[in-house]
């Protein structure tokens, strides 16, 4: 029997959307999902250190986020609202486009400042656009681009977005939106973790726009999922096999380091990796590649709910997110965390 998107449907109050961050990124809250005995327990993010051991690799995303959200104007002199995709080539990139009337292809917009962006045409839901300037395309976004806040936090970027939509161990650009389960790391958490003897591992995928995307379907079999780019180097992958050998966990942060170490197993060893990803994780997907997750509340009926409930089970992830909701958490971007500790016999890692 197909899995159905109203299976994953759970009806959150909007005072739990949490619309900015805390003052300190570990000050969030952790609701802990222990497999082993079934129990739910109430922690702080401060508590990670004593969740995790010596030998434990712990992997992050370091992609990092672009200002990716532009404001222009069509000849008529109707508004645009661009939001990057992904970067290409030749100051060309993919975007969604807000606007009242879609532009054709050849249409010419102008950015704030005049900068020309001609449309080329479409591809999927994405329009196709290229920067008319010989000014490279990070520069404009540098001088006019806003912090592509997710479409649920409803107030305006601020210049505190701009460092908070961000990790603190954000190296490569190319994002439009934040893996937001880094967000809750800062310096002394990360030291305190290296002292515990957690090592640090780091993949690179590029989340984009899509990942916000409803599902539009309602038989999960018949969803295509969106594109991402990711990287997984080769000494990720020895670091890996190492603390396999040591009798470690590979701890993922984030739902983006999932994706991209099974997608890198995806021949079924893990081997180092370039390119695109359409991976969908469903419950009945078997992982192969991690222990342990750490990951923030997601959108109801999204794919990223449907990961998760992969992992723990779909009954128990409802069952936890209830009590968040009742229990007061803060959801989404900006919001609390959970560590999901699988059932070693049934989810860990494992083949």
């Given at each position: 029997m197909s899995l159905k998107k109203s299976d994953f449907h759970y009806h959150l109050p909007r005072r739990c959307i949490a619309q900015r961050p805390l003052p300190q990124r570990s000050a969030s809250r952790l609701l802990l999902l222990d497999g082993v005995d079934r129990s739910c327990l109430d922690r702080t993010f401060r508590d990670l250190p004593e969740l995790l051991g010596e030998g434990d690799l712990l992997v992050f995303n370091d992609t990092r986020v672009l200002p990716a959200r532009l404001h222009a104007h069509k000849q008529s002199g109707g508004g645009v609202e661009i939001l990057i995709e992904r970067m290409a080539p030749d100051n060309e990139v993919l975007a969604q486009i807000r606007v009242s009337h879609k532009p054709a292809e050849g249409a010419l917009l102008r950015l704030a400042d005049g900068t020309p962006v001609r449309v080329l045409g479409r591809e999927e839901e994405f329009f196709r656009l290229r920067f008319e300037t010989p000014e490279p395309l990070q520069?404009?976004?540098?001088?006019?681009?806003?912090?592509?806040?997710?479409?649920?936090?409803?107030?305006?970027?601020?210049?505190?977005?701009?460092?908070?939509?961000?990790?603190?161990?954000?190296?490569?650009?190319?994002?439009?939106?934040?893996?937001?389960?880094?967000?809750?790391?800062?310096?002394?958490?990360?030291?305190?973790?290296?002292?515990?003897?957690?090592?640090?591992?780091?993949?690179?995928?590029?989340?984009?726009?899509?990942?916000f995307q409803p599902v539009r379907v309602e038989d999960l079999s018949t969803h295509v999922m969106h594109r991402e780019w990711l990287q997984v180097d080769a000494g990720l992958v020895e670091r890996i096999r190492a603390t396999r050998v040591r009798g470690g966990r590979v701890v993922a942060a984030g739902t983006t380091v999932v994706r991209a170490l099974e997608s890198a197993a995806a021949t079924g060893e893990l081997q180092p990796f370039s390119g695109d990803t359409r991976l969908f994780i469903l419950p009945g997907y078997r992982f192969t590649q991690i222990d342990a997750l750490i990951t923030n509340f997601h959108l109801p009926e999204s794919t990223l709910l449907m990961l998760v409930s992969a992992l723990a089970g779909r009954e128990r992830i409802m069952d936890a997110y209830q009590h968040a909701i009742q229990s007061g958490y803060r959801f989404f971007s900006y919001g609390d965390a959970m560590l999901i500790l699988p059932d070693q016999g049934s989810s860990k890692g494992i083949t």
């Open positions: 520069q404009v976004l540098l001088r006019l681009g806003h912090t592509p806040l997710p479409p649920y936090i409803e107030r305006q970027d601020d210049e505190a977005d701009a460092e908070r939509y961000q990790t603190v161990f954000a190296r490569h650009p190319g994002a439009v939106a934040a893996p937001t389960a880094g967000l809750h790391f800062d310096a002394e958490l990360l030291q305190r973790l290296r002292a515990r003897g957690v090592e640090f591992g780091y993949v690179t995928l590029h989340v984009g726009a899509g990942t």
